[in-house]
């Protein structure tokens, strides 16, 4: 039984036992309300995992203290009795259900020692291959137990596992694996959303962004189009899975990670000079679209365009598109990568300065930027909604402060930013207080009103 469901049957007995509602009602209200299905024990899972691995870590050592004397089979004996015994025990664990935890626990040790494996035979029989190749078939191997199983934690490592694949490819070869991003995606993100894991969805979402970024790039200002791509795809698809009831934090898990994205590309983007620097420079061999290696950026713009309208579109079905939310969440990101591939194109295709097209792309990122700033502080006043209000202060401090030696280069300017600042931050906090005492005292606010709602 999960947390809250002990909390709700405790109630009911205290309800019961008070007289508010007899027993038969009580029992009534149980058998109504679904069970809360439990979760995967995290605190038993990383603490016997972190033991696990210790203690896996120390057997290792045992052996490798007379690694060099042992013989080739006896190391292979030691790695395979290794993975058996690891895996052997997790699967024994698996049929209680109260030690589901611990078994998660060892059967991760088992995918450890299956990458340390990889290594260690390797080194056993002096191969000599492309090192990156360990970490895909590591990958993979976690990848399927993942599915077999199932298990999140193997989707987990899964997840860093090809991350740092890709890593690996890039850094050390130069090579960049469209394919990478795919299988994060197919893998684990899938897998996330089988088993409707926020954990796992949150690590694929920022794992496919990395993996994107050096999986589709093409040249070294791809990247900023690239991640511009993926913000609107994840704040699109958060839209559309919106009020999705079998899995209802998906919507705010891609939410988040899209608006992690965003606010700082769209933050960079309003420095006119970094804009020049991150569009490219003419003559540049790296400013041209080079045949087939720009086709994975392009189609992931593409599709991210296309879930914007597919999420458009239903907000007009549903009459949301009148809405704040839909200006900030879905119109006003895809402006920006509208924005940067129309101009990244021209510029290449040498229509425009390209002095003029940086100074076009700061300026709009500036506007954008102070709107969501000052939507945020009307919002939260409005509704009085703390977190939009420090949202929106947040904004505006990182905006004037990080523009103090940029835009304003006399004190009198910076002096007249400040207390413009400062009188906008202290008029809002006075407009929140009455809002605030108003709701208060008039019953209003987001509690009251459902409330009334369920009294009418």
């Given at each position: 039984?999960?947390?809250?469901?002990?909390h709700?049957?405790?109630?009911?007995?205290e309800?019961?036992?008070?007289?508010?509602?007899?027993?038969?009602?009580?029992?009534?209200?149980?058998?109504?309300?679904?069970?809360?299905?439990?979760?995967?024990?995290?605190?038993?899972?990383?603490?016997?995992?972190?033991?696990?691995?210790?203690l896996g870590?120390?057997?290792?050592?045992?052996?490798?203290?007379?690694?060099?004397?042992?013989?080739?089979?006896?190391?292979?004996?030691?790695?395979?009795?290794?993975?058996?015994?690891?895996?052997?025990?997790?699967l024994g664990?698996?049929?209680?259900?109260?030690w589901?935890?611990?078994?998660?626990?060892v059967?991760?040790?088992?995918?450890?020692?299956?990458?340390?494996?990889?290594?260690?035979?390797?080194?056993?029989?002096?191969?000599s291959?492309?090192?990156?190749?360990a970490?895909?078939?590591?990958?993979?191997?976690?990848?399927?137990?993942?599915?077999?199983?199932?298990?999140?934690?193997?989707?987990?490592?899964?997840?860093?596992?090809?991350v740092?694949w890709?890593?690996t490819?890039?850094?050390?070869?130069?090579?960049?694996l469209?394919?990478?991003?795919?299988?994060?995606?197919?893998?684990?993100?899938?897998?996330?959303?089988?088993?409707?894991s926020?954990?796992?969805?949150?690590?694929t979402?920022?794992?496919?962004?990395v993996?994107?970024?050096?999986?589709?790039?093409?040249?070294?200002?791809?990247?900023?189009?690239?991640?511009?791509?993926v913000?609107?795809l994840?704040?699109?698809?958060?839209?559309?899975?919106?009020?999705?009831?079998?899995?209802?934090?998906a919507?705010?898990?891609?939410?988040?990670?899209?608006?992690?994205?965003?606010?700082?590309?769209?933050?960079?983007?309003?420095?006119?000079?970094?804009?020049?620097?991150?569009?490219?420079?003419?003559?540049?061999?790296?400013?041209?679209?080079?045949?087939?290696?720009?086709?994975?950026?392009?189609l992931?713009?593409?599709?991210?365009?296309?879930?914007?309208?597919?999420?458009?579109?239903?907000?007009?079905?549903?009459q949301?598109?009148?809405?704040?939310?839909?200006r900030?969440?879905?119109?006003?990101?895809?402006?920006?990568?509208?924005?940067?591939?129309?101009?990244s194109?021209?510029?290449?295709l040498?229509v425009?300065?390209?002095?003029?097209?940086?100074?076009?792309?700061?300026?709009?990122?500036s506007?954008?930027?102070?709107?969501?700033t000052?939507?945020?502080?009307?919002?939260?006043?409005?509704?009085t909604?703390?977190?939009?209000?420090?949202?929106?202060?947040?904004?505006?401090?990182?905006?004037?402060?990080a523009?103090?030696?940029?835009?304003?280069?006399?004190?009198?300017a910076?002096?007249?930013?400040?207390?413009?600042m400062?009188?906008?931050?202290?008029?809002?906090a006075?407009?929140?207080?009455?809002?605030?005492?108003?709701a208060r005292?008039?019953g209003?606010?987001?509690?009251?009103?459902?409330?009334?709602?369920?009294?009418?």
């Amino acid at each position: 039984m999960s947390k809250l469901d002990r909390h709700i049957q405790q109630k009911l007995g205290e309800w019961a036992a008070a007289g508010l509602i007899t027993s038969e009602q009580a029992v009534a209200i149980r058998s109504h309300e679904p069970q809360e299905k439990p979760g995967l024990p995290w605190g038993v899972v990383i603490f016997a995992g972190f033991g696990a691995v210790v203690l896996g870590l120390g057997v290792i050592l045992l052996f490798a203290y007379n690694w060099e004397q042992m013989h080739k089979f006896a190391k292979l004996a030691v790695v395979f009795a290794a993975l058996a015994l690891a895996h052997g025990t997790a699967l024994g664990l698996r049929r209680r259900e109260s030690w589901g935890g611990f078994a998660e626990s060892v059967q991760l040790l088992g995918t450890m020692l299956f990458g340390a494996g990889i290594w260690l035979v390797a080194q056993i029989y002096h191969i000599s291959a492309h090192y990156p190749n360990a970490f895909i078939v590591w990958a993979l191997g976690a990848l399927l137990l993942a599915w077999v199983l199932p298990s999140v934690s193997q989707g987990l490592l899964a997840s860093v596992l090809l991350v740092i694949w890709a890593g690996t490819e890039v850094g050390s070869f130069g090579k960049h694996l469209a394919v990478a991003p795919l299988l994060v995606l197919f893998g684990s993100g899938w897998l996330a959303w089988r088993l409707r894991s926020s954990v796992l969805l949150a690590a694929t979402a920022g794992s496919f962004a990395v993996s994107a970024a050096t999986g589709f790039f093409y040249n070294s200002e791809s990247v900023f189009l690239i991640l511009s791509s993926v913000a609107v795809l994840y704040g699109s698809l958060a839209w559309l899975v919106s009020g999705h009831a079998a899995f209802p934090s998906a919507a705010v898990i891609l939410r988040v990670s899209g608006m992690v994205i965003y606010f700082p590309l769209l933050f960079i983007l309003t420095f006119h000079d970094v804009a020049e620097e991150l569009l490219g420079h003419r003559g540049s061999d790296s400013s041209t679209f080079q045949g087939a290696d720009c086709i994975p950026a392009l189609l992931l713009v593409i599709v991210a365009l296309g879930v914007t309208g597919c999420a458009m579109r239903r907000a007009v079905d549903d009459q949301s598109c009148n809405t704040p939310e839909f200006r900030e969440r879905l119109v006003a990101p895809a402006v920006i990568l509208l924005m940067l591939l129309v101009f990244s194109v021209l510029w290449r295709l040498d229509v425009h300065s390209f002095k003029s097209v940086a100074a076009v792309v700061s300026t709009v990122a500036s506007v954008i930027f102070l709107y969501h700033t000052v939507a945020n502080l009307w919002r939260g006043c409005r509704d009085t909604l703390l977190s939009s209000v420090v949202g929106g202060s947040l904004l505006i401090a990182v905006w004037v402060f990080a523009r103090y030696a940029d835009l304003f280069d006399s004190l009198l300017a910076r002096g007249v930013m400040f207390m413009f600042m400062g009188a906008a931050l202290f008029a809002v906090a006075i407009l929140y207080h009455r809002r605030k005492n108003k709701a208060r005292a008039g019953g209003e606010g987001p509690a009251s009103v459902a409330v009334n709602k369920i009294s009418d």
